[in-house]
């Protein structure tokens, strides 16, 4: 029997997701395929139900739009991903009555691992660009970080109930705020955390450049595709720490490996290693 594993999410054909699992898979020497699939939140529930009793599947990485839309369609939340209404990783499991699919979460692992792989600490002083599903997991890594509060910038300011929920579950302060001011707090924060599409974040790149000011902090930008993005190359240039998205998204697929593969034991390094191989990341020192 073949196994099976995807990426879904609109649009998905920037995805790097594939060529990281592949990676893994072929050094695990699993013989997983993993591809990467076009769903909108409105085809969801018609592409679970076609795939939810096809045998060989093993798991599903979920990305933007679908992080919300997919806890209404798998059987059983766990973990974080519970607190925070936020599912990026579907895992089949196989029970005497049949496969059951169980949503959990990897992002906030990916986000904390990526920040401490770049030596981030605490995080007293937090900014969070963005009040998504991504914003939500992000709220979650930092309170992992030791941060108690946060600002968070979006367009609209009512809409934020995703990520408002979460630091509601996870004893977090939230200051809401305009994105109108979001560069001049941004420069001055511990920790700056875009969740902001590609290219979305540039008006306040461009805003942090006018400044003139240093940025001593370190930024995480969850948007890899282009990259260097604008803020990325405007927080590098006033002297900060940058965090590709591509870090994030590593050490969040890393989870998803070892789930997929069910391993009953962490990823080794020289796995992690091939993962970044994949998609032009150093390799992690040992």
Known sequence: MSLRAAVLGHPISHSKSPALHLAAYARLGVGISYTAVDVTEQLLPAFMDQIRDQAGWRGLSVTMPLKTAMLEQVDEVRGVARTLGVVNTVSFEDHPAGTRTVGSNTDVAGI???????????????????????????????????????????????????????????????????????????????????????????????????????????????????????????????????VPGLEMLLYQAVEQVRLFSRLDKEVNASVIDVMCDAVGLPRRAL
């Open 112 to 242: 904390v691992n990526a920040l401490r792989h770049a030596g981030a600490g605490a995080a007293p002083s937090a900014v969070v660009l963005g009040g998504g599903g991504t914003a939500a997991s992000a709220v979650a890594a930092l309170k992992e970080l030791g941060a108690t509060r946060a600002e968070v910038f979006v367009r609209d300011t009512s809409r934020t109930a995703e990520v408002c929920a979460a630091a509601d579950s996870l004893d977090v302060d939230l200051d809401i705020r305009n994105m109108a001011g979001a560069a001049r707090a941004a420069v001055t924060a511990d920790v700056v955390i875009s969740t902001l599409p590609p290219r979305a974040a540039d008006g306040i790149a461009s805003q942090m450049a006018a400044l003139k000011t240093a940025m001593p902090g370190v930024l995480l930008d969850v948007a890899y595709d282009p990259w260097p993005s604008l803020l990325a190359s405007v927080w590098q240039a006033g002297g900060g720490k940058v």
